[in-house]
């Protein structure tokens, strides 16, 4: 499966965007999706996870009640719904396709382009 995020841009603090990742290929609802971030000068970081079904999502300490990730199988496609940005959510934000929504970067075997999303105060 390859996939493609989307939805990254120039945001103001506060701000709600959401971000696209799109797979083409088949099954993508066998695979579990995560999105991982990394900011200027710092190591890529897991952001939020979510299971094959959909039914169980993951996030970290760091965005917890702010982001939420979801998908929609039909259309092959995993969205991060970003609400309340902060100047230090300021990444490349990266999906990935893994068996288990794993907040490990070696359990993810493909990865996409990032999106650069940067937040301003």
């Known amino acids: 499966v390859q996939l493609q995020a989307s939805g990254g841009g120039l945001v103001q603090a506060g701000g709600s965007p959401r971000l696209s990742c799109v797979a083409s290929g088949r099954a993508f609802s066998s695979y579990a999706v995560g999105w991982f971030r990394q900011a200027p000068g710092k190591e890529r970081e897991f952001v939020v996870g979510?299971?094959?079904?959909?039914?169980?999502?993951y996030n970290s300490d760091s965005v917890k009640g702010r982001f939420t990730i979801s998908r929609d199988n039909a259309k092959n496609t995993v969205y991060l719904q970003m609400n309340s940005l902060k100047p230090e959510d300021t990444a490349v934000y990266y999906c990935?396709?893994?068996?288990?929504?794993?907040?490990?970067?070696?359990?993810?075997?493909?990865w996409g382009r990032g999106t650069l999303v940067t937040v301003s105060s």
């Open positions: 990935a396709a893994g068996v288990v929504p794993s907040t490990r970067e070696y359990e993810y075997y493909n």
């Open positions: 979510i299971s094959r079904s959909g039914g169980s999502t």
